[in-house]
Protein backbone atom coordinates (compact mmCIF):
# COMPACT_ATOMS: atom_id res chain seq x y z
CA UNK A 1 0.00 0.00 0.00
CA UNK A 2 0.80 3.65 -0.74
CA UNK A 3 3.17 4.53 2.12
CA UNK A 4 1.91 1.95 4.58
CA UNK A 5 4.56 2.52 6.95
CA UNK A 6 4.19 6.34 6.95
CA UNK A 7 0.29 5.44 7.21
CA UNK A 8 0.45 3.06 9.89
CA UNK A 9 3.36 4.96 12.10
CA UNK A 10 2.40 8.53 10.92
CA UNK A 11 4.57 10.14 13.68
CA UNK A 12 7.81 8.78 13.26
CA UNK A 13 9.46 11.14 11.34
CA UNK A 14 13.03 10.41 12.05
CA UNK A 15 14.68 6.73 11.45
CA UNK A 16 18.13 5.21 10.28
CA UNK A 17 18.03 2.64 7.58
CA UNK A 18 20.38 0.98 4.75
CA UNK A 19 20.65 2.37 1.19
CA UNK A 20 19.53 -0.22 -0.99
CA UNK A 21 20.06 1.35 -4.52
CA UNK A 22 20.87 4.99 -5.79
CA UNK A 23 20.20 5.89 -9.50
CA UNK A 24 21.70 9.65 -10.07
CA UNK A 25 18.91 11.47 -8.04
CA UNK A 26 16.52 8.54 -7.29
CA UNK A 27 17.04 6.28 -3.83
CA UNK A 28 15.54 3.20 -2.27
CA UNK A 29 15.73 2.20 0.86
CA UNK A 30 15.79 -0.74 3.12
CA UNK A 31 13.24 0.82 5.26
CA UNK A 32 11.12 4.25 4.68
CA UNK A 33 8.65 6.15 6.53
CA UNK A 34 8.37 8.78 3.83
CA UNK A 35 4.64 8.75 2.26
CA UNK A 36 4.63 8.43 -1.27
CA UNK A 37 2.56 10.65 -3.19
CA UNK A 38 -0.87 8.81 -3.83
CA UNK A 39 -4.86 9.00 -3.15
CA UNK A 40 -4.69 12.86 -3.37
CA UNK A 41 -2.07 12.99 -0.31
CA UNK A 42 0.93 14.55 -1.39
CA UNK A 43 4.47 13.11 -0.78
CA UNK A 44 6.64 14.01 2.47
CA UNK A 45 9.36 16.33 2.04
CA UNK A 46 12.54 16.27 4.21
CA UNK A 47 16.11 14.53 3.92
CA UNK A 48 18.03 11.60 3.43
CA UNK A 49 21.55 11.85 5.05
CA UNK A 50 22.22 15.87 3.89
CA UNK A 51 20.12 15.94 0.96
CA UNK A 52 16.69 17.17 0.79
CA UNK A 53 13.87 14.97 -0.37
CA UNK A 54 11.90 16.66 -3.70
CA UNK A 55 9.48 14.05 -4.21
CA UNK A 56 8.59 10.20 -3.29
CA UNK A 57 6.79 7.84 -5.81
CA UNK A 58 5.64 4.46 -5.65
CA UNK A 59 6.99 2.42 -8.84
CA UNK A 60 6.36 -0.80 -8.91
CA UNK A 61 5.35 -1.59 -5.38
CA UNK A 62 8.12 0.35 -4.28
CA UNK A 63 8.95 4.13 -2.45
CA UNK A 64 11.49 6.00 -4.84
CA UNK A 65 12.89 8.97 -2.87
CA UNK A 66 13.67 11.51 -5.47
CA UNK A 67 16.32 13.80 -4.12
CA UNK A 68 17.75 18.00 -4.92
CA UNK A 69 20.66 16.50 -5.95
CA UNK A 70 22.54 13.34 -6.55
CA UNK A 71 24.19 11.96 -2.88
CA UNK A 72 27.19 11.21 -1.97
CA UNK A 73 26.39 8.18 -0.71
CA UNK A 74 25.79 4.98 -2.16
CA UNK A 75 24.31 1.35 -1.58
CA UNK A 76 24.98 -0.70 1.13
CA UNK A 77 25.79 3.11 3.56
CA UNK A 78 23.82 3.56 6.25
CA UNK A 79 21.95 7.08 6.45
CA UNK A 80 19.60 8.53 9.11
CA UNK A 81 16.71 10.25 7.24
CA UNK A 82 14.30 13.43 8.68
CA UNK A 83 10.57 13.38 7.65
CA UNK A 84 9.43 17.21 7.63
CA UNK A 85 7.73 17.11 10.44
CA UNK A 86 5.68 20.56 10.02
CA UNK A 87 4.44 19.19 6.77
CA UNK A 88 3.88 16.10 7.44
CA UNK A 89 1.52 16.69 10.68
CA UNK A 90 -0.46 19.44 7.57
CA UNK A 91 -1.12 16.41 5.68
CA UNK A 92 -2.35 14.47 8.56
CA UNK A 93 -4.70 16.82 9.49
CA UNK A 94 -6.30 17.75 6.28
CA UNK A 95 -6.41 14.05 5.24
CA UNK A 96 -8.61 13.67 8.93
CA UNK A 97 -10.31 16.71 8.49
CA UNK A 98 -11.65 15.15 5.09
CA UNK A 99 -12.64 12.14 6.56
CA UNK A 100 -14.66 14.21 9.23
CA UNK A 101 -16.10 16.69 6.91
CA UNK A 102 -17.52 13.51 4.83
CA UNK A 103 -18.87 11.81 8.11
CA UNK A 104 -20.82 15.49 8.26
CA UNK A 105 -21.93 15.28 4.96
CA UNK A 106 -23.27 11.87 5.10
CA UNK A 107 -25.21 12.80 7.95
CA UNK A 108 -26.63 16.11 6.38
CA UNK A 109 -27.87 14.74 3.60
CA UNK A 110 -29.76 12.66 5.41
CA UNK A 111 -30.73 14.23 8.40
CA UNK A 112 -34.56 15.17 9.27
CA UNK A 113 -35.87 18.59 9.19
CA UNK A 114 -35.61 18.99 12.73
CA UNK A 115 -31.76 19.02 12.58
CA UNK A 116 -31.27 16.05 14.25
CA UNK A 117 -28.30 13.48 13.18
CA UNK A 118 -29.22 10.44 11.09
CA UNK A 119 -26.92 7.35 9.99
CA UNK A 120 -26.63 7.22 6.09
CA UNK A 121 -26.54 4.58 3.89
CA UNK A 122 -23.95 3.78 1.41
CA UNK A 123 -26.15 4.89 -1.65
CA UNK A 124 -27.10 8.78 -0.16
CA UNK A 125 -23.93 10.08 -0.11
CA UNK A 126 -20.54 9.34 -2.78
CA UNK A 127 -17.11 9.90 -2.63
CA UNK A 128 -15.51 11.17 -5.83
CA UNK A 129 -12.25 11.46 -4.34
CA UNK A 130 -10.31 14.63 -2.71
CA UNK A 131 -6.64 16.53 -2.77
CA UNK A 132 -4.89 18.57 -0.49
CA UNK A 133 -2.80 21.72 -1.81
CA UNK A 134 -0.32 23.80 0.35
CA UNK A 135 -3.74 25.88 1.47
CA UNK A 136 -6.77 24.14 0.62
CA UNK A 137 -8.17 21.05 0.80
CA UNK A 138 -10.87 20.14 -1.58
CA UNK A 139 -13.34 16.50 -1.16
CA UNK A 140 -15.58 15.72 -4.21
CA UNK A 141 -18.65 14.41 -3.43
CA UNK A 142 -21.36 12.36 -5.30
CA UNK A 143 -24.39 14.11 -3.24
CA UNK A 144 -28.18 13.22 -4.16
CA UNK A 145 -29.10 16.50 -2.79
CA UNK A 146 -27.89 20.42 -3.76
CA UNK A 147 -25.14 21.26 -1.69
CA UNK A 148 -25.72 25.43 -1.09
CA UNK A 149 -24.50 27.69 1.67
CA UNK A 150 -26.86 26.89 4.16
CA UNK A 151 -25.66 23.58 3.34
CA UNK A 152 -22.05 24.63 3.68
CA UNK A 153 -22.77 26.52 6.92
CA UNK A 154 -23.98 23.07 8.47
CA UNK A 155 -20.99 21.76 6.86
CA UNK A 156 -18.66 23.94 8.77
CA UNK A 157 -20.45 23.52 12.32
CA UNK A 158 -20.32 19.98 12.14
CA UNK A 159 -16.76 19.48 11.14
CA UNK A 160 -15.50 21.62 14.41
CA UNK A 161 -18.22 20.38 16.64
CA UNK A 162 -16.70 16.70 15.70
CA UNK A 163 -13.19 18.55 16.25
CA UNK A 164 -13.97 20.10 19.74
CA UNK A 165 -15.44 16.54 20.47
CA UNK A 166 -12.26 14.66 20.45
CA UNK A 167 -13.34 11.87 18.49
CA UNK A 168 -10.36 8.65 18.00
CA UNK A 169 -8.84 8.12 14.90
CA UNK A 170 -8.06 4.64 14.61
CA UNK A 171 -7.14 2.61 11.64
CA UNK A 172 -6.40 -1.34 10.73
CA UNK A 173 -5.99 -3.15 7.83
CA UNK A 174 -8.74 -5.83 7.43
CA UNK A 175 -9.54 -8.65 4.19
CA UNK A 176 -11.29 -6.64 1.63
CA UNK A 177 -14.15 -8.61 1.89
CA UNK A 178 -14.99 -8.06 5.43
CA UNK A 179 -14.08 -4.51 5.16
CA UNK A 180 -16.86 -4.72 2.51
CA UNK A 181 -19.56 -6.08 5.07
CA UNK A 182 -19.00 -2.97 7.23
CA UNK A 183 -22.20 -0.75 7.05
CA UNK A 184 -21.72 2.64 6.12
CA UNK A 185 -18.27 2.33 5.12
CA UNK A 186 -16.68 4.58 2.34
CA UNK A 187 -14.62 2.50 -0.08
CA UNK A 188 -13.84 4.10 -3.58
CA UNK A 189 -11.66 1.54 -4.85
CA UNK A 190 -10.97 4.41 -8.12
CA UNK A 191 -9.87 6.60 -5.42
CA UNK A 192 -8.41 4.49 -3.00
CA UNK A 193 -6.54 1.91 -5.00
CA UNK A 194 -3.65 2.89 -2.70
CA UNK A 195 -5.21 1.53 0.61
CA UNK A 196 -5.55 -2.28 -0.97
CA UNK A 197 -3.15 -4.57 -1.33
CA UNK A 198 -2.84 -8.90 -1.51
CA UNK A 199 -6.73 -8.69 -0.85
CA UNK A 200 -6.77 -6.56 2.15
CA UNK A 201 -8.04 -3.33 2.67
CA UNK A 202 -6.33 -0.30 5.36
CA UNK A 203 -9.68 1.30 6.70
CA UNK A 204 -9.60 4.41 9.25
CA UNK A 205 -12.46 4.79 11.80
CA UNK A 206 -13.41 8.43 13.16
CA UNK A 207 -15.24 7.20 16.11
CA UNK A 208 -18.23 8.51 18.18
CA UNK A 209 -17.20 11.08 20.82
CA UNK A 210 -15.76 8.84 23.66
CA UNK A 211 -16.50 5.61 21.35
CA UNK A 212 -20.23 6.62 22.12
CA UNK A 213 -23.25 8.63 20.60
CA UNK A 214 -25.22 10.91 21.93
CA UNK A 215 -28.15 8.41 22.47
CA UNK A 216 -25.57 5.95 23.89
CA UNK A 217 -24.76 3.62 20.97
CA UNK A 218 -21.38 2.60 19.15
CA UNK A 219 -21.94 4.76 16.20
CA UNK A 220 -18.31 5.19 14.35
CA UNK A 221 -18.71 9.26 13.09
CA UNK A 222 -16.80 7.61 9.76
CA UNK A 223 -15.43 5.04 8.56
CA UNK A 224 -13.37 4.75 5.06
CA UNK A 225 -10.85 2.97 3.10
CA UNK A 226 -7.70 4.88 2.75
CA UNK A 227 -4.11 4.44 2.52
CA UNK A 228 -2.88 8.30 3.79
CA UNK A 229 -1.93 9.29 7.09
CA UNK A 230 -4.17 10.56 10.09
CA UNK A 231 -3.91 11.91 13.53
CA UNK A 232 -5.46 9.91 16.19
CA UNK A 233 -7.85 12.26 17.55
CA UNK A 234 -9.67 14.75 15.94
CA UNK A 235 -8.85 17.35 18.58
CA UNK A 236 -5.28 17.84 16.88
CA UNK A 237 -6.40 18.66 13.63
CA UNK A 238 -7.61 22.17 15.07
CA UNK A 239 -9.63 25.07 13.33
CA UNK A 240 -11.35 24.05 10.42
CA UNK A 241 -13.02 26.58 8.08
CA UNK A 242 -15.11 25.85 5.10
CA UNK A 243 -14.61 28.14 2.37
CA UNK A 244 -16.78 27.46 -1.09
CA UNK A 245 -18.33 24.96 -3.23
CA UNK A 246 -18.26 24.11 -7.20
CA UNK A 247 -19.32 21.54 -10.03
CA UNK A 248 -16.33 19.96 -11.53
CA UNK A 249 -18.82 17.53 -13.12
CA UNK A 250 -22.20 16.44 -13.09
CA UNK A 251 -23.52 14.90 -10.20
CA UNK A 252 -20.43 16.16 -8.50
CA UNK A 253 -19.86 18.68 -5.80
CA UNK A 254 -16.40 19.82 -4.91
CA UNK A 255 -16.24 21.14 -1.26
CA UNK A 256 -13.17 23.22 -0.49
CA UNK A 257 -11.44 24.12 3.08
CA UNK A 258 -8.89 25.04 5.01
CA UNK A 259 -7.32 23.62 7.86
CA UNK A 260 -5.02 25.73 10.11
CA UNK A 261 -3.38 28.94 9.62
CA UNK A 262 -5.12 29.54 6.59
CA UNK A 263 -8.67 28.70 8.29
CA UNK A 264 -7.94 31.05 11.15
CA UNK A 265 -7.14 33.76 8.03
CA UNK A 266 -10.55 32.60 6.38
CA UNK A 267 -12.10 33.54 10.22
CA UNK A 268 -10.85 36.80 10.54
CA UNK A 269 -11.71 37.82 7.03
CA UNK A 270 -15.68 36.53 7.25
CA UNK A 271 -15.61 38.77 11.17
CA UNK A 272 -14.05 41.78 9.13
CA UNK A 273 -16.76 41.81 7.10
CA UNK A 274 -19.82 40.84 9.08
CA UNK A 275 -18.85 43.54 11.71
CA UNK A 276 -18.34 45.89 9.15
CA UNK A 277 -21.71 44.76 7.47
CA UNK A 278 -23.45 45.12 10.86
CA UNK A 279 -21.94 48.65 11.29
CA UNK A 280 -23.21 49.82 8.00
CA UNK A 281 -26.73 48.45 8.71
CA UNK A 282 -27.25 49.10 12.13
CA UNK A 283 -28.02 46.55 13.60
CA UNK A 284 -26.50 43.50 15.35
CA UNK A 285 -24.99 40.29 13.93
CA UNK A 286 -27.65 38.05 14.42
CA UNK A 287 -30.08 40.40 12.61
CA UNK A 288 -27.61 40.95 9.55
CA UNK A 289 -30.08 38.37 7.23
CA UNK A 290 -32.97 40.06 8.06
CA UNK A 291 -31.57 43.81 7.53
CA UNK A 292 -30.59 42.40 4.04
CA UNK A 293 -33.28 40.56 3.19
CA UNK A 294 -35.61 43.88 3.91
CA UNK A 295 -33.03 46.26 1.80
CA UNK A 296 -33.43 44.35 -1.00
CA UNK A 297 -37.22 44.46 -1.27
CA UNK A 298 -36.57 47.94 -0.86
CA UNK A 299 -34.33 47.90 -3.68
CA UNK A 300 -36.25 46.08 -5.84
CA UNK A 301 -39.19 47.96 -5.02
CA UNK A 302 -36.55 51.68 -5.83
CA UNK A 303 -35.48 49.79 -9.07
CA UNK A 304 -39.27 49.38 -10.35
CA UNK A 305 -39.95 52.75 -9.26
CA UNK A 306 -37.22 53.85 -11.13
CA UNK A 307 -38.12 52.45 -14.32
CA UNK A 308 -41.35 53.79 -14.55
CA UNK A 309 -40.02 56.57 -14.03
CA UNK A 310 -37.55 56.55 -17.10
CA UNK A 311 -40.19 54.92 -18.93
CA UNK A 312 -42.76 58.00 -18.66
CA UNK A 313 -39.58 60.20 -19.57
CA UNK A 314 -39.09 58.88 -22.55
CA UNK A 315 -42.41 58.86 -23.26
CA UNK A 316 -42.77 62.26 -22.80
CA UNK A 317 -39.69 63.06 -24.79
CA UNK A 318 -41.05 61.02 -27.36
CA UNK A 319 -44.12 62.84 -27.31
CA UNK A 320 -42.39 66.01 -27.30
CA UNK A 321 -40.13 65.03 -30.20
CA UNK A 322 -39.13 67.61 -33.06
CA UNK A 323 -40.81 66.03 -36.50
CA UNK A 324 -38.32 66.85 -39.16
CA UNK A 325 -39.07 65.87 -42.63
CA UNK A 326 -36.01 63.92 -44.17
CA UNK A 327 -36.24 63.62 -48.37
CA UNK A 328 -40.33 62.47 -47.83
CA UNK A 329 -39.19 60.63 -44.22
CA UNK A 330 -40.64 61.44 -41.35
CA UNK A 331 -37.93 61.65 -38.05
CA UNK A 332 -38.79 62.11 -34.07
CA UNK A 333 -35.73 63.63 -32.90
CA UNK A 334 -35.04 64.06 -29.36
CA UNK A 335 -32.79 63.79 -26.31
CA UNK A 336 -32.99 61.88 -23.01
CA UNK A 337 -29.16 61.71 -21.95
CA UNK A 338 -30.71 61.40 -18.28
CA UNK A 339 -31.27 57.73 -19.21
CA UNK A 340 -28.89 54.96 -19.59
CA UNK A 341 -28.41 53.92 -23.09
CA UNK A 342 -29.56 50.26 -21.80
CA UNK A 343 -33.33 51.64 -20.86
CA UNK A 344 -33.46 54.15 -23.93
CA UNK A 345 -32.85 51.22 -26.41
CA UNK A 346 -35.45 48.74 -24.78
CA UNK A 347 -37.86 51.94 -23.81
CA UNK A 348 -37.39 52.93 -27.78
CA UNK A 349 -38.05 49.33 -29.46
CA UNK A 350 -40.77 49.11 -26.46
CA UNK A 351 -42.73 52.24 -28.53
CA UNK A 352 -42.11 51.51 -32.07
CA UNK A 353 -43.29 48.25 -31.46
CA UNK A 354 -46.40 49.14 -30.00
CA UNK A 355 -47.07 51.52 -32.74
CA UNK A 356 -46.54 54.72 -29.83
CA UNK A 357 -44.75 57.02 -32.56
CA UNK A 358 -46.05 57.92 -35.56
CA UNK A 359 -42.91 58.40 -37.53
CA UNK A 360 -40.64 56.30 -40.22
CA UNK A 361 -37.07 57.31 -38.07
CA UNK A 362 -36.74 57.60 -34.50
CA UNK A 363 -33.64 59.06 -33.65
CA UNK A 364 -33.11 59.32 -29.35
CA UNK A 365 -29.78 61.14 -28.51
CA UNK A 366 -28.18 60.21 -25.16
CA UNK A 367 -24.67 59.65 -23.81
CA UNK A 368 -22.74 56.77 -22.94
CA UNK A 369 -21.00 55.83 -19.59
CA UNK A 370 -17.68 57.34 -20.18
CA UNK A 371 -19.77 60.60 -21.51
CA UNK A 372 -19.38 60.07 -25.48
CA UNK A 373 -22.55 61.10 -27.06
CA UNK A 374 -24.78 58.09 -28.72
CA UNK A 375 -27.84 57.71 -30.32
CA UNK A 376 -30.41 54.97 -30.44
CA UNK A 377 -31.82 54.93 -34.04
CA UNK A 378 -35.24 52.72 -34.84
CA UNK A 379 -36.58 52.60 -38.29
CA UNK A 380 -40.42 52.27 -38.81
CA UNK A 381 -39.94 51.62 -42.44
CA UNK A 382 -38.13 49.52 -44.40
CA UNK A 383 -35.05 51.64 -44.39
CA UNK A 384 -32.06 49.79 -42.78
CA UNK A 385 -30.90 51.68 -39.55
CA UNK A 386 -27.55 51.37 -41.20
CA UNK A 387 -28.45 53.40 -43.80
CA UNK A 388 -30.12 56.15 -41.31
CA UNK A 389 -26.93 55.95 -39.40
CA UNK A 390 -24.46 56.79 -42.43
CA UNK A 391 -26.88 59.69 -43.33
CA UNK A 392 -25.46 62.05 -40.69
CA UNK A 393 -22.03 59.84 -40.30
CA UNK A 394 -22.81 57.62 -37.66
CA UNK A 395 -21.66 54.33 -37.15
CA UNK A 396 -23.71 51.03 -35.73
CA UNK A 397 -22.55 49.08 -32.71
CA UNK A 398 -22.58 45.21 -33.85
CA UNK A 399 -24.01 44.42 -30.15
CA UNK A 400 -27.46 43.99 -30.10
CA UNK A 401 -27.95 45.45 -33.53
CA UNK A 402 -30.67 44.23 -36.39
CA UNK A 403 -32.53 46.11 -39.40
CA UNK A 404 -34.82 48.30 -37.28
CA UNK A 405 -33.11 48.93 -34.59
CA UNK A 406 -29.86 49.99 -33.13
CA UNK A 407 -27.19 52.18 -31.17
CA UNK A 408 -24.81 54.46 -33.14
CA UNK A 409 -21.93 56.02 -32.09
CA UNK A 410 -19.00 57.94 -33.16
CA UNK A 411 -19.84 61.36 -32.98
CA UNK A 412 -17.64 64.74 -32.32
CA UNK A 413 -20.29 66.42 -30.94
CA UNK A 414 -22.30 66.81 -27.89
CA UNK A 415 -26.07 65.27 -27.30
CA UNK A 416 -27.45 68.46 -27.76
CA UNK A 417 -25.17 69.95 -30.63
CA UNK A 418 -26.35 66.47 -32.39
CA UNK A 419 -30.11 67.01 -31.85
CA UNK A 420 -29.81 70.87 -33.08
CA UNK A 421 -27.63 69.14 -36.28
CA UNK A 422 -30.76 66.85 -36.99
CA UNK A 423 -33.36 69.45 -36.22
CA UNK A 424 -31.77 71.46 -38.24
CA UNK A 425 -31.67 69.42 -41.31
CA UNK A 426 -34.89 70.66 -43.07
Known amino acids: MSGQRAADEPYTTRFETGVSAVDGRRVWLETTFFYAEGGGQPADCGSIGDVAVEDVQR ?110 VSWETVPVAKAREREGIAFNETTEDGAVSSGRVRVVTIGAEDDNDANGSRNPWDVAACGGTHVRNTREIGPVTVLDRSSPADGVTRVEFAVGPRAIERRETEKRATFATKRALGVGVEAVPDAIARLQLETESLRTELAATRRSLLETRLERAKSV ?102
Open 59 to 168: VDGEHVHVLAEEPRFRAGHRVLCSIDWSYRMYCMRAHTASHVLYGAARRLCASADDGEDTEVGDDTLGYAGFDIGDETVRVDLEAPTTIDDETLVELDRLVNRAVWESRP
Open 325 to 426: DRDGSRWLVTSCSDVPLAFLRAGVREAVESDAVDANVVVVVGERDDGETAAVIASVGDRSVADIAAEFGATCDDSGRSERFAQAGGFEVSAAELVDELVGHQ
